[in-house]
């Protein structure tokens, strides 16, 4: 296993350790817990962003505001996907007609 792919996983197992605990995440924590620097966590993006979903998560989790957010989000994918659908539905229409009209 590459040491990066090493150091998220466990950087990953410390922040659901974590919450699991009911503990807030934090990058104190997270370097106590996984032996890697506050520094190299802030450096490095992909281990950052572990660290910031998490804590987002923790502190979103169950608050009116976080539910509102996360149903804005789907809601916004929802009408993302509900217009891909609607315009592979026009495709498909046009698609037949062009047949139709090519076997008469």
Do not use: W
Not at 6 to 11: F, I, P
Request: charged share 30%.
């Amino acid at each position: 296993m590459p040491a990066d792919h090493d150091e998220q996983a466990r950087v990953e197992t410390a922040c659901a350790g974590l919450a699991t605990a009911g503990q807030p995440v934090t990058f104190g924590q997270v370097a106590a817990r996984t032996g890697i620097s506050r520094t190299t966590l802030y450096r490095r993006a992909d281990l950052r962003a572990v660290i910031e979903d998490h804590r987002a998560r923790g502190q979103h989790a169950t608050t009116l505001t976080g539910l509102t957010v996360q149903i804005d989000q789907l809601r916004h994918s929802l009408e993302a996907v509900a217009a891909n659908v609607r315009r592979h539905e026009e495709q498909l229409r046009r698609l037949e007609r062009t047949r139709r009209e090519a076997t008469k």
